[in-house]
């Protein structure tokens, strides 16, 4: 074998050796990073205030009552809608000795007003009798193309005014005497729609 044929296999053995020590041997820089992550509920918290609307005695035919209440978005979450829902009991006196004909509460007009930087601007008005089978949004406003919801942002608050009348309709009304109404009102607060929160 000639010299020359010697030291290339002699190089091409040490090359391999080496590359089989390096194989085993290989190092390379690395880098590792954690984050922690929180997902937190928000809260969705509605008040009223007062917790009793209206408590009044000795209405007649002819009577109005006005009063006002607000709405308050105590949570972290705003609110899209506070949609109320109306349940009502007649308590009937039978003062006349005969039982009522009629619902009494299809006697009483309701009117809401939606109050905000003293604009005001009906929500609803109806009969309590009617609004049972209702369910309006109280934060709706009236916008050139329509009612909309305006909801209640995170520390908002809405003042509301309701006017209750005792229809007189020029007839008889008197199985109404020392009858009345109890009336429930609840109001149903609605989260905004999901978001898609980046940064």
């Known amino acids: 074998m000639s ?10 053995t040490a090359a391999l050796g080496f590359s089989l020590i390096g194989g085993g041997t290989y190092a390379y820089f690395s880098d590792t990073e954690a984050t ?3 997902f937190a509920a928000g809260t969705l918290d509605l008040s009223v205030n007062p917790s009793t609307v209206v408590n009044v005695n000795n209405i007649k035919p002819g009577d109005e009552i006005k009063r006002e209440f607000q709405l308050t978005n105590n ?18 006196a039978k ?3 005969k039982e009522n ?4 509460a ?7 007003l939606y109050n905000q930087n003293n604009a005001s601007t009906p929500v609803i008005e ?3 009798y009617d609004l049972k089978n209702q369910t309006p949004d109280l934060t709706q406003i009236d916008t050139l193309s329509g009612p909309k919801a ?3 942002a995170p520390g908002e608050k809405n003042k509301m005014i309701v006017l209750f009348e005792f229809k007189d309709n020029g007839q008889d009304q008197n199985q109404f005497q020392g009858d009345a109404l109890q009336v429930e009102w609840k109001f149903n607060a609605e989260q905004a729609s999901g978001s898609l929160n980046e940064g």
């Not at 299809?106 to 809401?112: A, M, Y």
């Open 3 to 12: 010299l020359t044929k010697k030291v290339t296999k002699g190089f091409i």
């Open 36 to 38: 922690n992550n929180t």
């Open 75 to 92: 949570g972290s979450l705003a609110i899209s809608k506070v949609l109320l829902n109306t349940d009502y009991k007649v308590d009937d």
């Open 95 to 97: 003062l006349n000795g």
């Open 101 to 104: 004909t009629e619902d009494m």
């Open 106 to 112: 299809k006697h009483i007009k309701v009117t809401i």
């Open 126 to 128: 109806t009969t309590l």
């Open 150 to 152: 305006d909801g209640l």
